[in-house]
């Protein structure tokens, strides 16, 4: 099947601890993201990543770091987790590289996040 | 503040009948609005994507609409189903000065359809 798949789908851990999110994408496209959805259900974008190149970064903190050993993977890596990072991380990818194209993002499923 | 809003938040409706979402943004400059519809547990699933020149687009039950000029959108659903319980989320793109672009998201309405 092609799809955006990410593991774990759920993870709860303990504050402090570092866990890493794996996300993996088979349709072809050149750039993937990271998005975090709150408990009020925004999603926001934390990071893009074009051909393995970093092209957006917010504001996170810097325990957030992303990973791209090539194309089809954008793994997440957190350190020193913290109760506020209980959310759900949603990898995406899309074909487009430029700022005019008319895109379709397509989503992996969610990884639920609990810290304790 | 480059903000997307939707109405209502939650909404009921029975099996069959219609029902018609609200998004106003006050993104600028923007390049398209996008309704996508999230499953419970699942990541949200495209269904339309509108320019600022297209005032109405369909995707089977669903239609949507755009006034560029008064920065909102609607999305129609006819003839509700079962499966139509789900959150809509509409999202508008950003063209941010420099070249790159951001997806703004709006935080959804909650679609229930009762039998």
């Known amino acids: 099947d092609t799809a955006v798949s990410q593991t774990p789908k759920y993870l709860v851990t303990q504050m402090g601890n570092d866990k890493s999110i794996k996300c993996e994408q088979n349709l072809g496209h050149d750039t993937m993201y990271w998005y975090k959805q709150d408990s009020k259900k925004f999603l926001k974008i934390m990071f893009s990543?074009?051909?393995?190149?970093?092209?957006i970064n917010e504001t996170v903190p810097n325990r957030f770091s992303p990973k791209s050993p090539d194309k089809a993977h954008l793994n997440l890596h957190i350190n020193s987790l913290e109760l506020g990072d209980s959310a759900v991380y949603f990898c995406?990818?899309?074909?487009?590289?430029?700022?005019?194209?008319?895109?379709?993002?397509?989503f992996g499923a969610g990884s639920r996040l609990t810290v304790l | 503040k480059n903000q997307v809003e939707q109405s209502p938040q939650s909404l009921i409706i029975l099996e069959g009948k219609n029902c018609t979402l609200q998004?106003?943004?006050?993104?600028?400059?923007?390049?398209?609005l996008r309704w996508y519809k999230q499953d419970t547990g699942r990541g949200p699933v495209s269904l339309t994507i509108?320019?600022?020149?297209?005032n109405t687009k369909s995707n089977g039950r669903y239609t949507a609409t755009l006034d560029a000029d008064t920065k909102q959108s609607s999305l129609h659903i006819t003839a509700s189903q079962l499966s139509d319980s789900a959150s809509y989320i509409c999202?508008?793109?950003?063209?941010?000065?420099?070249?790159?672009?951001?997806?703004?998201f709006g935080a959804g309405t909650r679609l229930a359809v009762h039998p």
């Open positions: 509108m320019t600022f020149s297209e």
């Open positions: 990543y074009n051909n393995k190149e970093l092209i």
């Open positions: 998004c106003n943004y006050t993104v600028s400059p923007f390049s398209n």
């Open positions: 999202v508008v793109k950003w063209m941010i000065p420099g070249g790159y672009n951001k997806l703004i």
């Open positions: 995406a990818s899309s074909q487009e590289v430029s700022a005019s194209g008319a895109n379709v993002l397509t």
